[in-house]
């Protein structure tokens, strides 16, 4: 069974930094594509950011590039968003996405539950 568990979130003034984690069980981790995305109160949810497998290649929306980082640690199962300088804009629940974001054929396609980010001016 796939599990996702998602850490790190919280709240912070703007101008502070977060770093997200999704720990990763139940799936082969290295050749899985992942990536975040985001929902705001009232809004659909919006593509962040996602990396290959490999760790090669890295997309980011155009509102967060420059500010966030996705990485992923194959010997620790473990994805991260490091968010710097953040906005009150970037409030939202935060979501690990296992083989869903890139566009490219994964074995599955997983989400973890979410977390919180809120950001305060």
């Known amino acids: 069974q796939v599990q996702m568990v998602e850490s790190g979130g919280g709240s912070v003034q703007a101008g502070g930094s977060l770093r997200l984690s999704c720990a990763v069980s139940g799936l082969i981790f290295s050749i899985y594509d992942m990536g975040w995305s985001r929902q705001a109160p009232g809004k659909e949810r919006e593509f962040v950011a996602s990396?290959?497998?490999?760790?090669?290649?890295?997309t980011y929306a155009d509102s967060v590039k420059g500010r966030f980082t996705i990485f992923k640690d194959n010997a620790k199962n473990t994805v991260y968003l490091q968010m710097n300088s953040l906005k009150p804009e970037d409030t939202a629940v935060y979501y690990c996405n296992a083989g869903g974001m890139t566009g490219r054929k994964m074995p599955g396609n997983y989400w973890g539950q979410g977390t919180q980010v809120t950001v305060s001016s």
């Open positions: 990396i290959t497998g490999s760790g090669d290649l890295t």
